[in-house]
């Protein structure tokens, strides 16, 4: 009597076909193969019970595929040819189903066989049945008869990414805890800093005469520390602030708000005898009062990391972005985007840098060459965020730098 698996699998290749039903069958995933010809060769129970199609064995797929989507199939079985066998290849597709009805299906396919050419002969596919969640999640359009759906690039979401969604929410929650935290502390510390500020300078007053040489020194360093501080303060309050404006997006004209900042800047632009040359700038849904710092910062910092040697020069210029462009950034092909580019010729800075340079109290520089609190570019850094859109930097020492700044021409979310 054979009572070892293995003896009775190895008996006959019609044993091993029936275990493999057997196992296949058993499988909570819906499975399906189907050959070159596109004649459905196997399919388990679960397929057949989620389909709800009467299916034969040699059906083909056509008969089963919704006609909408016959040439998405032939589009992804070209692309599961051309891929290595260990590879897989997952895209949509509607299966007809009883009384009219459309079941929606997301498939995962490999190349089971090839022939002596790499051709493929057969192909394997499990199933995953979407049907209820991309009819929940556009049922207002479906219940319209409304066709404008992107079934071919919906993606349901799996478990996980659910516990990945609300480890985010979490994540923002936690975020904005700690800005309002930041918000406040900074807030209170202003405080007692005015305090220190007003005893030392009537401490300096009042007792001006005992006070000898090394005395006032002290007190200047303790003006000098609470300047600093002061400095720090308001630049942590205006991190805050940029992140909790809740002001609503309006049309800015970019062209203004650079005017007023240089008009702000006069004095510096003066003394260092800076030369600015600028492009029409676009006219732009933004916040006006955060666009004044963005630009405002990152003209300071063209004028501060300025070279000695040469006169300062600074390159403003502007256009709209293509769509190679926004596939290379990642940004939706819908919508219009602007590039502004600020160039200098000042002293730069290395390439390695220019990640971390948007971080905050990040400095290439030591505070005695070129002063600051290492705030102002995380304040753009997050100014242009809140736009929905992206800022980077090029440079090389000792020849200048560029920051690239990316906004979207309209916004979607109205604060």
């Known amino acids: ?3 070892n698996f293995f003896e009775i699998y190895n008996e006959s290749p019609g044993k091993q076909v029936f275990f493999h ?4 069958n058993a499988l909570s995933i819906p499975v399906i193969v189907c050959d070159k010809n596109d004649r459905l060769v196997y399919f388990n129970k679960k397929f057949n019970d989620l389909a709800q199609h009467k299916i034969s064995l040699h059906s083909s797929m ?5 006609r909408s989507d016959w040439d998405n199939w032939n589009e992804n079985l070209f692309k599961l040819s051309n891929i290595n066998d260990n590879d897989s290849c997952f895209f949509n597709i509607r299966f007809n189903a009883v009384e009219d009805e459309i079941k929606y299906f997301q498939l995962e396919g490999k190349v089971l066989q090839r022939d002596e050419l790499q051709k493929p002969l057969l192909y394997f596919f499990t199933a995953k049945d979407v049907t209820k969640q991309f009819t929940l999640e556009n049922k207002d359009v479906l219940n319209c008869g409304g066709s404008a759906i992107d079934w071919k690039n919906f993606v349901s979401k799996t478990t996980s990414e659910k516990k990945l969604e609300l480890a985010v929410k979490d994540l923002d929650r936690s975020n904005k805890d700690l800005e309002e935290f930041a918000y406040l502390a900074s807030h209170d510390l202003q405080e007692p800093l005015r305090k220190i500020t007003t005893f030392s300078t009537r401490l ?3 007792f001006e005469k005992q006070l000898d040489e090394e005395g006032k020194v002290y007190i200047d360093k303790i003006n000098a520390a ?6 720090l303060i308001d630049n942590l309050l205006q991190v805050s602030r940029t992140v909790q404006h809740v002001q609503p997006f309006s049309k800015t004209d970019l062209n203004t708000v650079l005017n007023l900042v240089k008009q702000n800047l006069d004095l510096k632009i003066e003394e260092r005898d800076v030369e600015i040359t600028q492009d029409q700038l676009p006219v732009i849904e933004a916040l006006p009062s955060l666009m004044l710092p963005l630009f405002n910062n990152l003209l300071s910092n063209a004028i501060k990391f300025s070279s000695n040697d040469k006169k300062p020069v600074i390159n403003i210029t502007s256009r709209e972005i293509s769509v190679e462009d926004k596939n290379n950034l990642e940004l939706p092909l819908n919508r219009v985007y602007y590039e502004i580019k600020i160039t200098d010729n000042g002293i730069g800075f290395k390439q390695e840098d220019a990640k971390n340079i948007f971080k905050i109290f990040y400095r290439i520089h030591s505070k005695t060459d070129y002063p600051g609190t290492g705030i102002g570019l995380a304040i753009c850094s997050k ?4 736009h ?5 930097a090029e440079s090389n020492p000792g020849k200048g730098s560029t920051f690239f700044i990316i906004l979207p021409k309209i916004q979607d979310i109205k604060l």
Do not use: H, P, R, T
């Not at 056509?62 to 919704?66: R, V």
């Not at 609470?226 to 400095?231: C, D, F, H, R």
């Not at 929905?388 to 980077?392: H, S």
């Open 1 to 3: 009597m054979k009572n």
């Open 21 to 24: 039903e057997q196992i296949l």
């Open 62 to 66: 056509k008969e089963i595929i919704n």
């Open 204 to 206: 300096a007053y009042k």
């Open 226 to 231: 609470a300047g600093s501080m002061k400095e």
């Open 383 to 386: 100014i242009v965020a809140k």
């Open 388 to 392: 929905n859109g992206c800022i980077w």
